[in-house]
């Protein structure tokens, strides 16, 4: 029987990029499945009509989500299967983790200051993911898997 699949968020960021390192390792070893899944979400502004979108030349958020896979699956010794999820982080990582043997995430993503322990998304999962889930921080106190 072949091991429960190991999800890996990525946005870019440093900590993500060491999430992927460390989930990789762990699927190396144990032959687990490994998913990475980039979120996007098209940001909305308040104004006189409710929510809107705000017009940004040249913003694509899915293009960026999918560049971000990409440079996911080249840090990867491993075969890598590629999620573009739309919405809220914290939600679409929940949904993406459902069934998975463990939800893999850095400390702190994109949007979080760079002294913040634990980001916004990293809580939110950690509160209502339905699996384990491991978080992954950068620097000296990272430990290996």
């Not at 900590?15 to 990789?24: D, F, G, T």
């Not at 104004?47 to 896979?69: K, S």
């Not at 075969?79 to 459902?98: E, F, H, I, M, Y």
């Not at 939800?103 to 979080?112: D, F, I, Q, T």
Request: a neutral charge; proline letters at 12%; hydrophobic letters at 45%.
């Amino acid at each position: 029987m072949q091991p429960g699949r190991i999800v890996v968020g990525v946005d870019g960021s440093a900590p993500a990029r060491a999430a992927v390192r460390w989930a990789a390792g762990l699927a190396g070893r144990t032959g687990a499945p490994l998913e990475a899944v980039a979120v996007w979400d098209f940001p909305c502004l308040f104004g006189e009509h409710g929510l809107v979108p705000p017009a940004l030349d040249g913003f694509e958020p899915e293009r960026r989500a999918a560049e971000i896979l990409d440079e996911a699956a080249a840090d990867c010794a491993l075969p890598l299967r590629r999620r573009l999820k739309a919405g809220p982080p914290g939600p679409a990582l929940v949904a993406a983790a459902d069934g998975a043997a463990l939800l893999v995430l850095g400390n702190r993503g994109r949007g979080s200051p760079p002294d913040a322990p634990l980001g916004t998304v990293a809580q939110y999962c950690l509160h209502h993911a339905a699996c384990p889930v491991a978080i992954v921080r950068t620097g000296p106190e990272r430990l290996s898997p």
